[in-house]
């Protein structure tokens, strides 16, 4: 269904995503729930600003630079926080009622996935945070592929998704190392690299990727970059409200932010300081560029519009009042699947 060198893309507004974690489950109950792949989150929403997952992930390197590519670090598992087991059996069954609390098993952990969860930054009443959920970019300059002496990573031709083909790959992790969203994990059982494929076994088969069409906040839109009268093409060109992350890593993203508008911040008296976000501008600058102020601008001012009793396509786009709208055509309902559908085309064409 898909002609040659299309791109999927996926637009997510930050002003929607209320840190549920449904896509993360979304995304592991589907694609890595077995052996080797425990501490593996595809998907992961972070609060921001934090260290991220893998922790300090935006000062690890790898992308590129004036088109030269840059050494980066390669994350240790400890960096991504492993998978922890609970003492479930304690707390359910040992019958000690209220006298064990629900704790993961052995030594306590130091770092785990989502470990700043809700920490804000400022100071009360003007602290902050905001969700940020990552997958892998998809990107249309993608450094993992650069990286890979093998080829076993191929972006392919009819949609752009980044795929490792397993069969080929000798677990180098030189793809870890250049990702600069630091979005490929190593399976140290098969001793593969392994990553978001953004479910493309469903995409193929007109179903939105999981982690979209379970989205509780209605976040995420999916389609075609160029499909003009998809929401990407919309958003990201047409009214130029989607910004990818950290664009200065040069691997060009295919996933696209709406940036967060904040509150504003307050006197010491408790009035309101106009003009002055809560999420200093600078920060979001450094996540997004210097575009993100445009960005901003642009929405206030659909917003002012709609305050005043005028119309906005582009905040009726976001908001999303019908759920087929986000998806591009992408809205088959995933039940009418069949189930061999689900895992076994990903791990026929490229699983060994
Ligand atoms: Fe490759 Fe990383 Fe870009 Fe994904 S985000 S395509 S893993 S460089
Ligand atoms: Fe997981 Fe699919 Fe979302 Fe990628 S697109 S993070 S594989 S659910
Ligand atoms: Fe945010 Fe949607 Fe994920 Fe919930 S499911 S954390 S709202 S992106």
Not at 110 to 130: H, I, L, Q, S, T
Request: glycine letters at 10%; charged letters at 25%; proline letters at 7%.
């Amino acid at each position: 269904m898909a002609a040659l060198n299309r791109q999927m893309a996926m637009v997510m507004d930050l002003n929607k995503c209320i840190g549920c974690q449904t896509c993360t489950i979304a995304c592991k109950r589907l694609w890595t729930d077995e052996e080797g792949m425990e501490y593996m989150w595809w998907n992961i929403v972070n609060t921001m600003p934090g260290k991220g997952t893998p922790k300090d992930w935006e000062s690890m390197g790898g992308g590129f630079k004036a088109g030269e590519a840059q050494p980066g670090h390669l994350p240790t598992k400890d960096e991504f926080g492993d998978a922890w087991e609970f003492n479930y059996q304690d707390v359910f069954y040992k019958g000690d009622g209220s006298g064990t609390a629900l704790r993961p098993k052995g030594e306590t952990p130091e770092w785990g996935p989502n470990w700043d969860e809700d920490e804000a930054k400022g100071e009360y009443p003007d602290g902050y945070f905001f969700y940020l959920p990552r997958i892998c970019n998809h990107c249309s300059n993608p450094a993992c592929v650069a990286a890979c002496p093998r080829k076993a990573i191929e972006k392919r031709d009819g949609d752009g998704i980044v795929v490792v083909n397993e069969d080929k790959c000798r677990g180098y992790r030189f793809c870890m190392e250049a990702c600069p969203y630091k979005k490929i994990y190593f399976n140290h059982q098969k001793q593969v690299s392994q990553k978001c494929i953004f479910c493309f076994p469903r995409v193929e088969q007109g179903v939105a990727p999981a982690c979209a069409r379970q989205c509780t906040g209605r976040v995420r839109f999916v389609g075609y970059k160029d499909d003009e009268n998809g929401p990407i093409y919309k958003l990201v060109e047409k009214w130029k409200v989607a910004l990818p992350l950290h664009p200065e890593y040069g691997t060009e993203p295919n996933v696209f932010y709406v940036p967060p508008i904040s509150p504003p911040l307050f006197d010491e008296e408790g009035n309101i300081i106009e003009g002055k976000p809560r999420i200093p501008n600078e920060y979001l600058v450094s996540l997004f560029g210097e575009e993100v102020l445009g960005v901003l601008d642009r929405i206030g001012a659909e917003m002012e519009k709609t305050k005043s009793g005028g119309k906005s396509e582009m905040l009726d786009t976001l908001i999303a009042y019908e759920w087929k709208t986000m998806f591009g055509g992408f809205d088959r309902e995933p039940s009418t699947l069949k189930d061999s559908n689900r895992k076994a085309d990903f791990v026929k064409t490229y699983q060994p």
